[in-house]
Nanobody, 122 residues
């Protein structure tokens, strides 16, 4: 099982980045996917999630209206489009997979990627 995040980097305030999380080793379409982030010296916080089929998304208030999560189940990939970035968005961003289909062996399984660093600064 692997979750590999990519797309992080250095961006100026007001800029945009798109993160990707490529999944392998499990039935991607049976998992709700979430993004979390952890800023230096702070606890990991939830950013948002997308349902297994992609029809439903939810976001933390701190990113609502600026960030968009999408997924491509054919490519086993989930994305985080981040617009209007602020310095307080600086963090390591992690991808999380949670098995949500009852009655399958995936139900309740929980996987994490290793993260990708996003730095928002002048």
């Amino acid at each position: 099982v692997q979750l590999v995040e990519s797309g992080g980097g250095l961006v100026q305030p007001g800029g945009s980045l798109r993160l990707s999380c490529a999944a392998s080793g499990f039935t991607f379409s049976s998992y709700g996917m979430s993004w979390y982030r952890q800023a230096p010296g702070k606890e990991r916080e939830w950013v948002g999630r997308i349902s297994s089929a992609g029809g439903s998304t939810n976001y933390a208030d701190s990113v609502k209206g600026r960030f968009t999560i999408s997924r491509d189940n054919a490519k086993n990939t989930v994305y985080l489009q981040m617009n209007s970035l602020k310095p307080e968005d600086t963090a390591v961003y992690y991808c999380n997979a949670l098995g949500v289909v009852r009655g399958t062996r995936d139900y309740g399984m929980n996987y994490w990627g290793k993260g990708t660093l996003v730095t928002v600064t002048n």
